[in-house]
């Protein structure tokens, strides 16, 4: 099961590759980050793992991450592993286009790995569609948008 999200950032793939590629400038944008323990302040390489501790259904969970596929600055890859079974992982891969002067950005959440039953599947498609968001607020790429472009309030 893939998830996809999509924006437009009035920057270059170089202005926006930092969000991206750096956990603690992600956290800037995304809040379901609550605290990152990786060695480097630089931007992630392939190959590299860290720590995090993230919040979903409202509770702080730590996992590991590692990245699969790094091309700076047009794609990254990382893998998440969290929970008890310990083969389950998702990817979540972002990948920078330039495009008139912009840059589309795409979010693809790949679930296909977690042993999610084939029927809630469907169902987490349809609430992620259609339903209301568990944070209120703006998507993360919109926010992510805000911040690169400047507009996120301080």
């Known amino acids: 099961m893939k998830l996809r999200e999509h924006v437009r950032i009035r920057a270059s793939p170089e202005a926006v590759w930092p969000y991206i590629a750096n956990p603690v400038l992600m956290s800037a944008w995304n809040p379901k980050i609550v605290s990152v323990d990786r060695m480097s302040e630089e931007?992630?390489?392939?190959?590299?793992?860290?720590?995090?501790?993230?919040?979903?259904?409202?509770?702080?969970?730590?996992?590991?991450?590692?990245?699969?596929?790094?091309?700076?600055?047009?794609?990254?890859?990382?893998?998440?592993?969290?929970?008890?079974?310990?083969?389950?992982?998702?990817?979540?891969?972002?990948?920078?286009?330039?495009?008139?002067?912009?840059?589309?950005?795409?979010?693809?959440?790949?679930?296909?790995?977690?042993?999610?039953?084939?029927?809630?599947?469907?169902?987490?498609?349809f609430i992620k569609t259609f339903g209301k968001q568990s944070e209120p607020g703006k998507p993360y790429l919109e926010r992510l948008k805000d911040v690169v472009e400047g507009g996120a309030k301080k």
């Open 43 to 125: 931007p992630l390489r392939l190959g590299e793992t860290y720590a995090m501790i993230f919040k979903m259904n409202g509770r702080d969970r730590e996992g590991k991450v590692e990245v699969v596929a790094c091309q700076e600055p047009a794609m990254l890859t990382l893998r998440h592993r969290a929970g008890p079974k310990p083969d389950a992982y998702t990817d979540v891969t972002y990948t920078l286009t330039a495009s008139r002067g912009q840059t589309a950005v795409e979010e693809c959440v790949d679930m296909t790995h977690q042993g999610i039953p084939l029927v809630f599947r469907g169902l987490i498609w």
